[in-house]
């Protein structure tokens, strides 16, 4: 499916907040604990279905009237809208929070800023039935990640044990969270660390930067394995997912002088398994959804395109999502949503219709056999002649 920006959509799922966003991911559920023993249940999370969503930028050290901030905006499915004003704007002073990773278990988000990286606490308050979700400063100073300079890549394992930081200067650390212990440091990982991801079980740690993208075992804090380029291309990004066969795989996104492909990965070989050319335009975003069936991009030009991960055939592209790059992608928890931000300070949510192997929409065929229903009952009864 095919559309433009505001093809089937509203203005309500694509706001501006006066900041150029360069992050971006849904709030976890567990966000919204009022005490470290309570639990919420997913629809509870907000008082009405809603989801909490978060977003980083700004404009730099000058900054020129345009701030460097945290924002926390929310998302209603029900409605496809996002808040019209942001539910907090925390500013961070000079400091441009560019990168961030959000702790899977619920614990914080952690920013990346222009020397050092900074820990932010959830703030959740309840006013009756509603919890409205904040943000603070955590108290915690993360004094292994002090002036080490800025940092391009930030994220956590998927159990939150791990954290991996990726320098400007090629630099590459993982840390256990939240002792802080060091387990693996690489001081020449790249010439510069453009990004990282964790293998699903928290074996392995894959790094894309200048040159070939490199595969470390976590265990023995060694290189495994080198992943070669081929021809003219340029690494982007890297994901680890799970196949339909429930076997780890590998996305790296390259660019070459045709446009962008997505190449997949062997995990246990670490060859190519299949390279496949998506877009005429540079790729500035990737992200991979949950269940693993889908994967995102976003282009320089302003574009979304989704692709089911088992064909690589096109699920929905939305032309000029936004103005100006995509800088980075989201999926929600479930899967059936996604979040794209751009250097326009605008951030949007663009909703994921579910299709058949053919690609036609499941409601589209449920309407069809209820239609189908109606008439042969109608026929029946004699209604029709």
Not at 121 to 128: F, V
Not at 263 to 277: A, D, E, F, L, P
Request: include cysteine; aromatic fraction near 8%.
């Amino acid at each position: 499916m095919v559309k433009n920006r505001r093809d089937g959509d509203t203005d309500e799922n694509c706001k501006k907040y006066g900041v150029p966003f360069f992050g971006a991911s849904f709030v976890p559920h567990s966000a919204l604990r009022l005490t470290d023993t309570e639990t919420n249940h997913e629809d509870e999370d907000s008082g009405n279905g809603s989801s909490y969503m978060i977003f980083s930028g700004g404009g730099g050290e000058g900054r020129n009237g345009i701030p460097n901030a945290l924002v926390i905006s929310l998302f209603d499915p029900a409605s496809n809208s996002l808040s019209d004003q942001p539910v907090e704007k925390l500013d961070s002073g000079d400091d441009l929070p560019y990168r961030m990773a959000v702790h899977p278990g619920g614990d914080g988000v952690i920013c990346s800023l222009p020397k050092s990286c900074r820990w932010y606490q959830w703030d959740p308050i309840k006013n009756e039935d509603i919890i409205k979700l904040k943000l603070k400063p955590s108290e915690k100073v993360l004094d292994e990640l002090e002036d080490i300079g800025q940092q391009l890549a930030v994220t956590f394992s998927h159990d939150g044990s791990l954290l991996a930081v990726g320098g400007e200067d090629g630099k590459l650390k993982v840390l256990k969270w939240p002792t802080m212990e060091l387990i693996l440091e690489a001081p020449n990982a790249h010439t510069s660390v453009k990004n990282l991801d964790f293998s699903i079980d928290g074996k392995f740690l894959v790094s894309v930067g200048s040159g070939p993208a490199r595969v470390w075992d976590i265990s023995s804090s060694i290189a495994k394995a080198s992943l070669p380029q081929e021809n003219d291309e340029i690494f982007g990004s890297c994901k680890f997912s799970l196949n339909s066969k429930n076997d780890q795989v590998l996305y790296v996104t390259t660019m070459r002088a045709r446009g962008g492909s997505i190449v997949k990965w062997n995990t246990t070989t670490w060859k190519r398994i299949s390279s496949k050319h998506v877009v005429r335009d540079p790729i500035s975003a990737f992200s991979v959804s949950n269940d693993g069936k889908l994967l995102a991009i976003g282009t320089n030009e302003g574009d979304i395109h989704i692709l089911n991960s088992s064909n690589m055939k096109v699920h929905t592209v939305v032309k000029k999502a936004h103005l100006g790059p995509v800088t980075a992608l989201a999926f929600s928890n479930d899967s059936r949503a996604l979040a794209s931000v751009s250097m326009d300070s605008s951030a949007r949510v663009t909703m994921i219709n579910e299709t058949t192997k053919n690609g036609v929409s499941i409601w589209v065929v449920l309407l069809f056999l209820l239609l189908a229903a109606a008439l042969y009952y109608a026929k029946t009864e004699g209604f029709l002649l």
